[in-house]
């Protein structure tokens, strides 16, 4: 069984620029949240989606935004790109969400200039 | 505020010499108490959930427990393969989501 996969792997991006991250969960798999994960801060949640619906969204800006697809892929977008926004972005999926064990893909570097 | 503080922030073991990680937390309505691993360039991987005070979960090396006030990881023994940095997260009610608050880590290097 694949696990989680996200792509691209790296990216390097100038202020101002937006981005699109992608991640397709494990099969079968119908929850898949979002984390920011730097040095200083470690992880922070960003937002969950179930069968299309965001159902939670942490404490970030709204230029942080994501959706997600019927067949359970999901994308995250981050307009307006700051420098801070450089960061490890994670994507975890989970076979219906509450407190169940998440799936972690290995995440995309981002890299802000 | 919720909150979860994991201490120490490094550790340096020799192989063989057990050890202790802490994760103490603050938080109201919790629903489980998670460990990961994560190893350089990788995503979290899974270890454990605990859900009640007295609780115990063991997988090789590796053994945590849970009190109301803080979950302890344990680890016997260690091996250089054990070297990694240990995430220790709480599951809270958010009205049904899956949201998950990390503590920002303890980064453990085994040597020989």
């Known amino acids: 069984k694949a696990g989680v996969t996200q792509t691209p792997r790296y990216l390097i991006k100038t202020r101002g620029q937006q981005v699109t991250l992608s991640c397709s969960p494990i099969s079968g798999h119908r929850s898949v949240s979002w984390y920011q994960q730097t040095p200083g801060q470690g992880l922070q949640f960003l937002f969950e989606y179930f069968s299309e619906t965001q159902r939670n969204k942490g404490n970030f800006p709204g230029r942080f935004s994501g959706r997600q697809f019927s067949n359970s892929r999901s994308e995250m977008n981050v307009s307006t790109l700051e420098l801070g926004d450089s960061a490890l972005y994670l994507c975890?999926?989970?076979?219906?969400?509450?407190?169940?064990?998440?799936?972690f893909g290995s995440g995309t570097q981002l890299s802000v200039l | 505020e919720d909150q979860v503080t994991q201490s120490p922030e490094a550790l340096r073991l020799q192989e063989g010499e057990s050890s202790s990680l802490n994760c103490s937390y603050t938080?109201?309505?919790?629903?489980?108490l998670f460990w990961y691993r994560q190893d350089p360039g990788k995503g979290p991987e899974f270890l454990f959930t605990l859900y009640s005070a007295g609780e115990e979960k063991e997988k090789e090396r590796l053994k945590a427990t849970l009190t109301k006030k803080e979950s302890f990881l344990h680890i016997t023994a260690p091996k250089p393969e054990d070297s990694a940095t240990y995430l220790c997260?709480?599951?809270?009610?958010?009205?049904?989501?899956?949201?998950?608050?990390f503590g920002t880590g303890t980064q453990l290097k085994v040597e020989l």
């Open positions: 997260a709480v599951h809270i009610l958010t009205g049904g989501g899956n949201k998950l608050t």
């Open positions: 975890a999926s989970s076979s219906r969400g509450g407190d169940e064990k998440l799936f």
């Open positions: 938080v109201s309505g919790l629903r489980g």
